[in-house]
């Protein structure tokens, strides 16, 4: 309904649909680490909730601005959620890139003897060897081999940027009403999307079964694969995104004028294309 200038969105069950499939997920995960037998089963009728949310509310919302329900005022709300929303998931990977800091930088040299580290050292790691990458004092995560960096994960790179330059000449095209150019140009990028993902599982697979790096090879392997796994599941995410609103572009949903769904997609590819640059440069080269 309409109050004044703003729009007010009617009563959703959305947020407490999202709520449960969160809730239910987590536990999920929880256990399936904990190596519960309901764990995996949880964790996928949670993810399932989680989508029919995700769909059922987006629908919602392409309904109303495709009635023209919304307004300059609402335009606005939106561009400051996403923008917020961007911001909290900088401060997510800032958190495992500290992580990563803290262990490379203080963690492992104190337990080498460096610092106020030496006694620790002595008395309960004396042959520990602080280079890294490490799998932890008595190679408790085992021996592995890590992923060389100018190999696949620059490829990788190069197909991100890439994607980055064609959702750019897309959003040229939908600004200039080129609409078979935009959607060739969102198929390619679509494309590339999928490309990252095939070539990232790839990636896994050879770690897990090559290399033995695993999520428990010490502190390198689980900092290596929380970031490059979260990095991963933000990939998949936006080329879903990418997908609903490629499919929007068909079906004539932008203007040249009012097309904040679609930008909102493209601020939220090329944050991802920014996060992978940081984890090529500080998880694969240094």
């Known amino acids: 309904?309409?109050?004044?200038?703003?729009?007010?969105?009617?009563?959703?069950?959305?947020?407490?649909?999202?709520?449960i499939g969160l809730?239910?997920?987590?536990?999920?995960a929880a256990s399936w680490l904990n190596?519960?037998?309901?764990?995996?089963?949880?964790?996928?009728?949670?993810?399932?909730?989680?989508?029919?949310?995700?769909?059922?509310?987006?629908?919602?919302?392409?309904?109303?601005?495709?009635?023209?329900?919304y307004n300059e005022a609402v335009d606005g709300s939106f561009r400051q959620g996403m923008i917020w929303f961007i911001f909290s998931e900088v401060m997510f990977f800032a958190a495992f890139f500290g992580a990563l800091f803290y262990?490379?930088?203080?963690?492992?040299?104190?337990?080498g003897g460096e610092g106020t580290g030496a006694m620790t050292n002595e008395l309960l790691f004396p042959e520990f060897d602080s280079?890294?990458?490490?799998?932890?004092?008595?190679?408790?995560?085992?021996?592995?081999?890590?992923?060389?960096?100018?190999?696949?994960?620059?490829f990788n790179?190069?197909?991100?940027?890439?994607?980055?330059?064609?959702?750019?000449l897309a959003h040229w095209a939908l600004k200039q009403g080129k609409r078979g150019a935009l959607i060739a140009w969102?198929?390619?990028?679509?494309a590339l999307g999928v490309l990252f993902l095939y070539f990232q599982a790839t990636e896994y697979v050879h770690a897990y079964q090559d290399l033995g790096l695993t999520l428990g090879s010490g502190?390198?392997?689980?900092?290596?694969?929380?970031?490059?796994?979260?990095?991963?599941?933000?990939?998949?995410?936006?080329?879903?995104?990418?997908?609903?609103?490629?499919?929007r572009c068909m079906a004539g949903h932008f203007s040249k004028k009012n097309h904040f769904g679609w930008e909102a997609v493209a601020w939220y590819w090329h944050f991802v294309d920014v996060v992978w640059l940081g984890l090529f440069v500080f998880v694969y080269v240094l």
């Open 1 to 19: 309904m309409a109050q004044g200038h703003y729009y007010v969105p009617h009563t959703a069950k959305w947020p407490i649909v999202g709520s």
């Open 23 to 28: 809730f239910v997920m987590m536990i999920g």
């Open 35 to 69: 190596q519960a037998a309901f764990g995996p089963w949880f964790t996928l009728a949670g993810s399932a909730i989680v989508l029919v949310m995700i769909f059922g509310w987006f629908s919602d919302v392409i309904r109303e601005s495709q009635k023209g329900l």
């Open 103 to 111: 262990a490379r930088m203080f963690a492992v040299p104190w337990l």
């Open 131 to 154: 280079a890294w990458p490490t799998a932890g004092p008595g190679q408790l995560g085992g021996g592995f081999e890590t992923i060389p960096a100018f190999g696949l994960p620059l």
């Open 157 to 168: 790179t190069l197909i991100l940027l890439t994607s980055g330059l064609t959702i750019t």
């Open 186 to 190: 969102m198929l390619a990028t679509v």
């Open 219 to 247: 502190i390198y392997g689980s900092t290596f694969f929380m970031l490059t796994g979260f990095h991963g599941l933000h990939v998949t995410l936006g080329t879903i995104m990418l997908i609903v609103i490629t499919l």
